[in-house]
């Protein structure tokens, strides 16, 4: 498997307070991404990163930013957090030698907010 | 319209059973093709790519219509460990995946 962390792996959170959850790579890959999960959605990305300081909005970027000051650390915030954030948020990385066509994600954070 | 649909099942089969289902993209432009798998809970994983001549590994055989802009995919022999949503994955032009929202398949004993 992919060296891919998430933290935290659940989280409650009340409206209106920052958030922060952070992906972790071990793999050196060049790509990351946020995606959200909901029932009756397939995946959205948020936000990508295609190397060090270098982001991109995704088609549902709305309330989040990024960063990625380092290869293996990318963070998604939620300024204020709302209760239509509340999802499943994965991360992906792909991307060695070749193109970023696979995409192998980490076990994903669980946030609920109230 | 949703760049990629699929019929969100439940397809119920018996184990040994063949099972077949297709997603539709929305993007002629579309290059590259995907089929994930995801269980319950759990992280979504690469199952196979998809080819334009069509392709299989092992059990599972990938097929692309271009024309009618279409992917399949077909399970034979079906295990109970296949049991899982299957997630059609497609790449437009750029670098960025579209998913589409996944097909539930459940292998009974």
């Known amino acids: 498997d992919a060296g891919i962390t998430q933290s935290p792996r659940h989280k409650v959170t009340e409206t209106g307070t920052p958030v922060t959850l952070r992906c972790h790579q071990t793999?050196?890959?060049?790509?990351m991404y946020w995606y959200r999960q909901d029932p009756g959605h397939g995946l959205r990305l948020i936000h990508y990163?295609?190397?060090?300081?270098?982001?991109d909005k995704g088609e549902v970027s709305d309330g989040y930013s990024v960063s990625r000051s380092k290869t293996e650390d990318f963070l998604l915030t939620l300024e204020s957090a709302t209760s239509s954030q509340t999802s499943v948020y994965f991360c992906?990385?792909?991307?060695?030698?070749?193109?970023?066509?696979?995409?192998?994600f980490g076990p994903g954070t669980r946030l609920t907010v109230l | 319209r949703k760049e990629v649909e699929q019929d969100p099942g439940p397809f119920n089969v018996p184990e040994g059973a063949t099972v077949a289902f297709n997603c539709t993209y929305s993007?002629?432009?579309?290059?590259?093709f995907f089929w994930y798998r995801q269980d319950c809970r759990k992280e979504p994983k690469l199952l196979m790519s998809?080819?334009?001549s069509g392709n299989e590994d092992g059990r599972f055989t990938a097929q692309l219509n271009r024309a009618s802009q279409y992917i399949s995919l077909l399970i034979r022999d079906s295990k109970l460990s296949d049991s899982a949503t299957y997630l059609c994955?497609?790449?437009?032009?750029?670098?960025?995946?579209?998913f589409g929202a996944g097909t539930t398949v459940t292998v009974r004993a």
């Open positions: 992906a990385i792909s991307g060695t030698s070749g193109g970023p066509d696979t995409q192998y």
């Open positions: 793999e050196n890959h060049r790509y």
């Open positions: 990163s295609y190397g060090v300081k270098d982001t």
């Open positions: 993007n002629s432009a579309s290059q590259s």
């Open positions: 998809v080819y334009s």
């Open positions: 994955v497609v790449r437009s032009n750029d670098y960025k995946l579209s």
